[in-house]
């Protein structure tokens, strides 16, 4: 994919810290905000959902990739994930599968409280993942 310019990344990001203070946490208190990018330039934000029934919960990356998709966004370019904590934190593997349904190539940021940041791409963190071109 193209090389995403840096101020579309500040938004990108700044959408992700925006989006964890909205997050219902009350059970981890882990408020997780991300943001992802389509091709078409739009950002759509989610919060991780928590339940008291904890396999019901969703996460921040799926929240905001749900919501993308359900406005016809169905192509991302780039994920952000906010985290309050010291040192970044990566989706989990659920997240990087859903990611990978919809953006296989994206870049996939970590930022957090401090100036510590991961950058990587969802190929880089989900190797050989199975997708929609192995269902044929």
Known sequence: MNKIPAA???RLEKAAR???RKSYSPYSKFAVGAAVLTVSGKIYAGCNVENASYG??????RTAIFSAV???HK????VAVFTPTPLPTMPCGACRQVINEFGPQALVVS???SAQRIETTLDALLPAAFGPRDLG
Not at 56 to 61: D, G, K, M, S
Not at 75 to 78: D, E, M, Q, V
């Open 75 to 78: 192509t991302l370019r780039a």
């Open 18 to 20: 925006t989006a964890a």
């Open 70 to 72: 359900a406005t016809g």
């Open 8 to 10: 579309t990344l500040r």
């Open 56 to 61: 019901l919960c969703n996460c921040a990356e």
């Open 111 to 113: 930022v957090c409280d």
